[in-house]
């Protein structure tokens, strides 16, 4: 009896024990990457995600239309009085100007990665989906991806110069590579999504489908790439992949069947325009990094959060909206256009000339009297920003203005740099679009090429790597200067020396934090 | 006891009395005929018990190292925590409060920082699982047992690596009659030390200075300067005086034969100094009920222990340095008016002087307004079954179950130009979840030839754990105030600024067998061995099983014939045990490569708003995550000299953790969260020593106690490329770079920053800091800068000069108790502090030039000669913006926790049903005797692994109180 009574309490605690599959759990809001990436939805999905990708590399840190116009001759750094004076570093090449920022471009750089790595990721599961049935998105999405991931290399390829190079997701510890190694998964991205994405023209494009990637931006993006890696390095083609004539065929496929054309008013072709603006995904908009207004501090990046630094130093002047005033116009720049010159207007807010009764000049560094006003926040007659009540209404991160990265007046001013036949009337149209009856004809050779360049692509991103495509000799020597600006409300001499550019050879500071965690695997660029 | 005797002796002699539990007395007979001998019981009852895992064993028994600390001895110390009550009181047990807002929680450390993740020990109350114990009101508390080595604590296997606390609620006993006892305190709290920070004219004058110095023209004249007044004093602002703290309680204890009872009822408060009643409250309400009832001649036994907790609070926010609600005052001008000429919080929008600072009072108001409570409700049912004489079965289900809401309301405000809201929200969350845990024991104890005694346990333990939260949020209220911030009154319809989330928590499930066997022989010679096995459902199948042994023994010296015969030796108990046990505390799925879905939208089209959303695998996975193990080695004794007056204990340990669960920083070009990888080991080693001496001079008794240790903490091998676990950027200031780690052969979380050699008085001295090629070191720092230490000498001053400036992690913790009572008065202090650790003080923002310091600054370097110790001021911070021993301050500190002198009125008038009126009277945190110039050098705030991070630290008040124990 006892021993049986001993047994029975045995049996009771062995009771206690459950089954093994007790201790199996899964997450509840969380799809994970084994059961995920299975049919073309997920594909779609996980491609959207890449655009997302894309919308957030200039959230933080510099962003790269602020930055490509700081560091050419178009723009100081400007910023507040009060400020730090990180964009005065960008803006001289110049470490010591502040010498606490040591990942000024720090967000950017991981921002960059997380996005490419969404590309890879996606790129690599292309096998791991069922395609029966939509065969021909695979191609599609597999392009647009491609494409994106070229887009993200470019810019870091072109700021940094050495960078470590993924095509496929891995946590190692790489050391960078050499450019011709980046610019070959470019250029060999560049002419699959060329390849292989539909011929549908603009004009017949589903407005639905404006901002996806399509076979005109792959071209099209292909020819600046050429163009500026031909240029920096001084080679004689794109790694091999592509030649000059290939460029060319390109550039003349995205004029003949792209659908594309010049909006009529050059001034239409921004927001500031008001009630005469063209649109976005305008005839003219070859590629945009779309943003909305629904970004938010609870991890949403939907908006363009980089339209507040461009804003009237902390004062907003209908319709020109408050912001932080960075990158102040170059006085150069506005003297570099002609009176009769439609863009002059469009491109820069002159204080003076459009009698704007600002008044912050002492919170101001380094003012000249001049704004950009291509991207910058705007307000109604009130004074009120125009997201207001829109998600949620903040005028730093709710701005909406796409950036608009390729434009078709690019597409023909690069046909006619590449040696087209028609070149001539290719620039003829840009400037006649421009001076419209006071157009008198120029003949079309490299210089003035890159002259009616800095006057139509101000403040797009694109001065300073056609500067620097031109020898960083020729950068240094035209960016480098010696005048007077005013910091907060004091004359105050700016220099710029050209020493420093050279020394830099024009490639920006590897965020220090990155350089740390590789254990110096990752070396920092010269100059920094 | 009423025992009358009679025996004859003679006049002269002595007689002695004895009894087990009583200290013996000597009597000498003196010629009395009529002799009353009243026997004291003894301070350390031979038969006490105290409590280990699954069970309890005798005191004398014991052979692993642990720690008892009796409820009255927590109740004394009159705190809303009761881990507060314990600072000081268990050597080993490091106790820290993570802020001085009421409510918050307390980080406790035992033997040292074991791991970079979570190191908070395990809680058990009354066999339940639970993190955290801040429901329990004190008074509910019968005793807390701390199990530190891993002998003791190996019995919890995979969750027992930082330790184990067990808390053992109030009881009933049997045969005893019932008792009521009603408790309370109230007391007044009010700031113990400010900082100082600059008035409006030394602000003026330190900010021309700092303009000068950078290149460029003072902002103000030297009559502006005298015009300036003082300005606002914000740190004053944010104080109140006065805050109330008071607790009642009120509780039943009792038996008959065959069912015992207790049960309480309790109310406490505690209102916060920094903001007032109404931004920083703490309310609890407590109930509990605690029944045994024993059936068929004590055969079968059935009880339950039931505590239910209400609590109710708001608070303000003691984070990080965006989080922190109190460090804006450190950091705002005196400038900026409090009030503008209407009365309302001053609009600093357009200030001439920086637009960017707002009124940190109004913005600690703005930001704060939340209401939230909780309710807990912890107990279990038990059955214990003895068929046969000394065979006993139990089986319990317990059940931890928390639930929680929390309410906030943003207004419209506009203080500056960065701090501003244009629409009132209200936002709403929900949660709920319990935790299940079923135990069954089986325990059998029996002897051989009456020398042997052995003891043995087979037991099951099944756990899991569930629940669901839900939270909303949107915008444009209908009404405005906190009253009516209510997701209904919301107007707003765009979908952009709502905000909906809801989900479960996720699934928790452990299964664990495990066993112990007990064995002593002539209780002098002990054996103890114990094995767990544990699956835990956070790794994946294949990784999930843990096993964790322990053996340990004991050697009760003083039953030996050559020690017994020695009188100042009562006991001496020699004891050794080793022992491994593990941390699966990790967060859930590691192992898997999740796919994210949120915040992943795009917009295609025409239409702005309109969005796609995305995916993407937003962590790495790594399917052999495996457990955190914890091997622990310890050598001890325990002791009682000169008839049990002095108690000695003393331990020597060494615990080596290893396999961490660390998720090293990840390169950014993985372009995706890191995952979590076993390595890295840290090894604690140390000493606690308890010293405690009781005696009296006729009526007056008195008690002195002694406890410290003293720990070394230094890190093994991590095996990620830099061999480095990195800490966080972003914590001092804005951009702040990293500034702590964990490295091999250093203490976790130590300050890596750059070393400095005084300051450059001159040019000359900045010219002739050179390097061994002759290159200036620092060619670019003018007199008055900071000489930094060149320690690779390479003649460039880099992160390569990094190396440890300072160790958060002290070498000694230590506390002192002294109590005494003389008939119907007692005193009781204790103390408590810590020594050999550092603190960095960060409380200005070194990324903003206006930002205000405190008068520290006074003493800055403005000529040669003026300063060797603190740089000259320049508007871009340059002496600040690279961390170096200048943010490091010693954060040694011996504080008085506790001063207390009490009456007890029911000594005076002996009434029958009432046998204790005590009346009294505390200083809490009275003094605090330590070189830190901040407001607490209690600096128990962490980010992820680093500690003792003065960001604007909410300090803990001085507390006066009276309070009173009534026992019917």
Known sequence: MKKLKIFMLLGLVALGACKEDFLDTEPKTQVTESNFYKTPDDAYKALVGCYDGLQTVWANGVSFPVASAVLSDNAFGGSGASDGFGYQMLDEFDPSRSPSDQNLFGPNWSSYYAAVYRCNVLINKMDQIDWTGSEELRNTYESEARFLRAFLYFDMVRVWGHIPLLTEPTAENIPQADPDSVYQVIAQDLKFAADNLPAVPYTAQDPATYGRVTKWAAESLLGRVYLYYTGYYGKSDLVGEVDKTQALAYQEDVIANGGFGLVEDYANLWPASLSNYAGEDNKETVFAIKYTYTSDYNGNTDGNHWLVMLGLREQAIYPYGNGWGMATVTPDLWNAYSTDDTRQAATIISVADDNLPFTNQSKQREYTGYYNKKYIPLVDENGNTLVDGLGIGSFQISQFQDFVSLRFADVLLMAAELGSPNAQSYFDAVRQRAYKDSFTALPVTESNLMKERRLEFAFEALRYWDLLRQGVDVAASTIAVTTTVQNAGNPATKTISASNIQQSNGLQQIPVDQITLSNGTLQQNPGW | ?968
């Open chain 2, 1 to 968: 006891m009423d025992g009358n005797f009679s025996l004859e002796a003679a006049s002269d002699a002595v007689l002695v009395v004895s009894y087990i539990g009583f200290k013996t007395q000597e009597v000498p007979v003196n010629g009395r005929s009529q002799i009353n001998i009243a026997l004291a019981t003894d301070q350390e009852l031979l038969e006490e018990v105290v409590v280990v895992g699954y069970g309890t064993q005798k005191k004398k028994l014991v052979t692993g190292a642990t720690t008892q600390v009796t409820g009255e001895e927590i109740q004394k110390q009159s705190t809303t925590n009761a881990l507060q009550a314990l600072q000081g009181q268990a050597p080993g047990v490091q106790i820290s409060s993570t802020s001085g807002q009421p409510g918050e929680g307390m980080r406790v450390l035992i033997r040292g920082v074991g791991t970079i993740a979570n190191s908070s020990p395990l809680y058990v109350v009354d066999g339940v699982l639970t993190d955290n114990i801040d429901y329990l009101n004190p008074a509910d508390i019968a005793s807390i047992d701390v199990l530190k080595d891993a002998a003791s604590a190996a019995i919890y296997g995979s969750q027992a690596a930082n330790g184990v606390v067990l808390i053992t609620t109030r009881q009933g006993k049997s045969g005893q009659p019932a008792k009521i006892t009603f408790d309370t305190y109230y007391g007044l709290q009010n700031v113990a030390r400010k900082v100082d920070l600059l008035n409006a004219r030394e602000y003026g004058a330190i900010m021309n200075e700092a303009a000068v110095n950078s290149g460029k023209a003072p902002y103000f004249t030297n009559d502006e300067i005298n015009a300036l007044g003082t300005g606002s004093d914000w740190i004053d602002q944010m104080f109140v005086d006065n805050a109330v703290t008071q607790n009642y309680s009120l509780g039943a204890q009792g038996g008959s034969e065959n069912s015992t009872f207790s049960a309480s009822l309790s109310y406490t408060s505690q209102e916060g100094i920094v903001g007032g009643k109404a931004l920083s409250n703490y309310e609890r309400y407590n109930a509990r009920l605690n029944t045994e009832h024993s059936f068929y001649n004590d055969i079968i036994k059935l009880g339950e222990h039931l505590t239910f907790a209400y609590i109710q609070s708001n608070g303000i926010g003691v984070g990080n340095q965006y989080n922190n609600s109190l460090r804006s005052a450190f950091n705002t001008s005196p400038f900026v008016p409090m009030y503008d000429e209407e009365g309302n919080f001053y609009d600093n929008s357009n200030s001439n002087w920086y637009t960017g600072e707002a009124n940190p009072y109004a913005q600690m108001v703005y930001s704060n307004q939340n209401r939230r409570n909780n309710q807990r409700l912890l107990g279990d049912i038990y059955l214990l079954v003895e068929p046969i004489k000394n065979l006993t079965f139990r089986t319990s289900l317990g059940l931890n179950y928390a639930a929680g809401e929390s309410r906030s309301y943003s207004p419209t405000y506009n203080l500056s130009a960065y701090a501003y809201n244009n629409v009132t929200s209200a936002s709403q969350s929900l949660n709920k979840g319990k935790s299940l845990i079923w135990d069954n024991l089986l325990t059998y104890n029996f002897s051989l030839n009456e020398n042997h005694g052995f003891e043995v346990m087979v037991g099951t333990s099944a756990y899991r754990n569930d629940g669901t939260s839900i939270y909303g949020s949107n915008t444009d209220l209908v009404l405005p105030g906190l009253d009516y911030a209510w997701l209904s009154n919301a107007t707003n319809k765009d979908g952009g600024s709502i905000s909906l989330t809801g989900a479960p928590y996720n699934d928790d499930r452990r299964m664990s067998y495990f066993g112990r066997l007990n064995y002593n022989y002539k209780e002098t010679y002990l054996l103890n061995a114990t094995f767990r096995a544990d699956g835990s459902s956070r790794f994946a199948q294949g990784h999930r099983w843990g096993y964790f042994p322990s053996v340990s023994a004991g050697w009760i010296v003083s039953n030996e014939a050559f020690a017994s015969s020695q009188s100042w030796l009562s006991y001496f108990k020699l004891r050794a045990s080793w022992g491994q046990v593990g941390n699966q505390n990790i967060d859930f799925f590691q192992y898997l490569a999740p796919v994210n879905f949120a915040n992943l939208n795009y917009i295609f089209g025409t239409k702005e708003g309109v969005l796609a959303s995305g995916a993407y695998p937003s962590r790495l996975g790594n399917e052999s995550l495996q457990w955190e193990t914890s091997e622990q080695t310890d050598l001890g004794f325990d002791s009682r000299f000169l008839n049990g007056n002095l108690d000695v204990t003393f331990d020597w340990y060494q615990k080596t953790t290893k396999d961490w669960l660390i998720r090293a920083p990840i390169l950014a070009t993985a372009g995706a969260e890191a995952p979590f990888i076993n390595g890295g080991d840290v090894k604690n080693t140390g000493i606690e020593l308890a010293v405690s001496y009781s005696n009296n001079i006729g009526d007056f008794n008195y008690t002195v106690g002694v406890n410290g240790s003293y720990n070394k903490n230094e890190v093994g091998q991590i095996p990620t490329a830099d061999g480095v676990v990195h800490g966080n950027p972003n914590q001092l200031f804005d951009n702040a770079a990293e500034f702590y780690r964990a490295a091999n052969g250093q203490p976790i979380g130590y300050f890596w920053g750059l070393q400095t050699n005084g300051i450059f008085q001159s040019e000359e001295e900045v010219n002739s800091y050179t390097s061994g090629e002759g290159k200036l070191v620092q060619l670019n720092a003018a007199p008055g800068d900071l000489r930094y230490v060149d320690q690779n000498g390479d003649g460039l001053i880099s992160t390569l000069d990094n190396v440890n400036i300072g160790n958060p992690n002290p070498d000694y913790t230590f506390g002192i108790t002294l109590s005494a009572n003389y008939k119907a008065f007692d005193f009781s202090l204790l103390a408590s502090g810590v020594a050999g650790n550092q603190i960095v003080e960060s409380y200005r923002n070194q990324a903003n030039m206006y930002a205000n310091y405190s008068s520290e600054i006074l003493d800055r370097w403005h000529g040669p000669g003026s300063s060797t110790t603190i740089p000259r001021v320049t508007e871009d911070n340059r002496n600040w913006t690279r961390f170096s021993d200048l943010y490091i301050h010693d954060g040694d500190f011996l504080r008085i926790n506790n001063l207390t002198v009490g009456y007890d009125l029911g000594k005076m008038f002996k009434k029958k049903f009432i046998s204790q009126v005590r009346i009294y009277a505390s200083v809490q945190n009275l003094y605090t005797l330590t070189k830190y110039e901040g407001m607490d050098p209690e600096i128990g705030y962490t980010d992820s692994f680093a500690s003792g991070i003065d960001l604007g630290y909410y300090p803990r008040p001085r507390t006066v109180m009276i309070g009173a124990n009534i026992k019917f």
